[in-house]
């Protein structure tokens, strides 16, 4: 565990997961830019990152339930303002060629993670906080015109599903959820295939999660500002 951090000094706390690269670096920076103190969460952390010189917690894969121990020793009794489910994994199965265990891998990092490192903090979260939950607008009914990438598309409408679940049932606790489709980005996910970089998603969604209140949890948001279609 690499530590690199001082007390919050009145400063709000951000907590990122899948921080290592991609989105999840780029958000790092934005909140360090923010004034935040930032806690970022990875498997392994990368030079990029580490070069942030701010707390990173190493070795959680969020698809196991027994790296939560550590993640919540290391968080403590530190509150938490934002929480920002960002960790998920992309893997294509089409018809025909169906692999199931990696669809069931999709499922267990990008629709059961999220609710494993929630709870795990729900200790740290207070009234007032927010949660936001990276999620896809490929995980919209609606919104499918291509088909394929069944266990992606499956593993974020179950996500999305959840979002709304967690939102109901954290409002009277004066949590906020934010459902968040950062774009079609450029790492290492999308095989630098995209129309925004990193640094623009990241800029959006720290944006859509300012905007974020009690009383639009739980809304399906894209990056830019529209509002997506279950």
Not at 83 to 94: E, F, R, V
Request: charged share 20%.
């Amino acid at each position: 565990m690499q530590h690199n951090h001082t007390e919050t000094n009145g400063r709000q706390t951000v907590v990122i997961t899948g921080a290592n690269r991609g989105i999840g670096l780029a958000l790092c920076q934005q909140y360090i830019n923010r004034g935040f103190e930032v806690i970022a969460i990875c498997r392994t952390t990368s030079a990029e990152l580490s070069a942030l010189k701010i707390e990173i917690i190493q070795n959680i894969d969020v698809s196991h339930s027994n790296d939560l121990s550590h993640l919540v020793s290391s968080i403590n009794k530190r509150k938490i303002d934002i929480l920002i489910n960002n960790a998920g994994i992309l893997t294509s199965q089409p018809f025909g060629n169906f692999n199931y265990e990696a669809m069931l891998e999709q499922f267990q990092v990008n629709t059961l993670g999220p609710l494993r490192i929630t709870e795990a903090l729900h200790g740290s979260l207070k009234s007032g906080s927010k949660v936001a939950m990276i999620t896809s607008r490929m995980g919209s009914i609606a919104d499918n015109s291509s088909g394929g990438a069944y266990g992606y598309r499956m593993s974020k409408c179950a996500l999305n599903s959840a979002c709304k679940s967690l939102a109901i049932d954290l409002k009277p606790q004066d949590i906020a959820i934010a459902i968040l489709h950062p774009g079609w980005v450029e790492t290492d996910m999308t095989n630098r295939n995209g129309e925004i970089t990193a640094k623009i998603s990241a800029g959006r969604l720290t944006e859509r999660i300012e905007e974020l209140t009690i009383d639009n949890s739980g809304t399906f948001w894209h990056s830019n500002g529209e509002v997506l279609p279950w």
